[in-house]
């Protein structure tokens, strides 16, 4: 089974521009998460999207935005780019999403590396 | 509020010697937790999760982690090390939003 795969590898932006990052999950996993990964601050939580629904939310500005789509498959825009968003993207995905008793095993995609000059 | 510590920021251990690596954590709840390695350049691999059950837990690569909940620990071990196995290792806790500790890098000396 192909693993989570992210597009592209590597994106070099100016400040002020957009960007946007595509992910696509495991085969049947229905949950995607996206995180930010800086030398500085370690890995972060952005956020987690569930059949086309965000679930959840970090504490990222509104500049960091996502959306999943109905085959499952996750995009991450981040607008008027700042020299400070430079880091790893990381996507993970996971099966299910559930209120009730569940598991929440995730699996990391390569990343994408994010460099703003 | 949930976190992650992991006390240790880089570790050297002789190729075939033990190793441990610490995880506190801080959860409201009974956590769920994970052990991921990441090697540089790459994302994270899942080395073995702990949802419920028997606290000793096995992953991949002959890695074991033990949960006490006394302690509020998870720590990660393997009996001996291997040179491939030097990479950086982070804790999680968390579910819908899984929180990291900051990571551990471990070097191996041949």
């Known amino acids: 089974k192909a693993g989570v795969t992210q597009t592209p590898r590597y994106l070099i932006k100016t400040r002020g521009q957009q960007v946007t990052l595509s992910c696509s999950p495991i085969?049947?996993?229905?949950?995607v998460s996206w995180y930010q990964q800086t030398p500085g601050q370690g890995l972060q939580f952005l956020f987690e999207?569930?059949?086309?629904?965000?679930?959840n939310k970090g504490n990222f500005p509104g500049r960091f935005s996502g959306r999943q789509f109905s085959n499952s498959r996750s995009e991450m825009n981040v607008s008027t780019l700042e020299l400070g968003d430079s880091a790893l993207y990381l996507c993970?995905?996971?099966?299910?999403?559930?209120?009730?008793?569940?598991?929440?095993?995730?699996?990391f995609g390569p990343g994408t590396r994010l460099t703003v000059t | 509020a949930q976190s992650v510590t992991q006390p240790d920021i880089h570790i050297t251990v002789s190729e075939g010697a033990s190793l441990e690596l610490r995880c506190n954590y801080s959860?409201?709840?009974?956590?769920?937790l994970f052990w991921y390695v990441q090697s540089p350049g790459q994302g994270l691999q899942l080395l073995l999760k702990?949802?419920?059950?028997?606290?000793l837990v096995q992953g991949i690569k002959g890695f074991e982690a033990e949960f006490k909940r006394s302690q509020s620990s998870f720590n990660l071990r393997k009996p001996s090390v291997h040179w491939s196995d030097a990479a950086e290792y982070f804790c999680?806790?968390?579910?819908?939003?899984?929180?990291f500790g900051a990571g551990t890098r471990l070097t191996v000396k041949p």
């Open positions: 999207y569930f059949s086309e629904t965000q679930r």
């Open positions: 959860y409201g709840a009974t956590p769920y």
């Open positions: 993970a995905s996971s099966l299910a999403w559930s209120s009730g008793s569940f598991r929440y095993e995730q699996y």
């Open positions: 999680a806790v968390g579910a819908r939003d899984m929180r």
């Open positions: 085969s049947g996993h229905r949950s």
């Open positions: 702990y949802f419920s059950g028997d606290t």
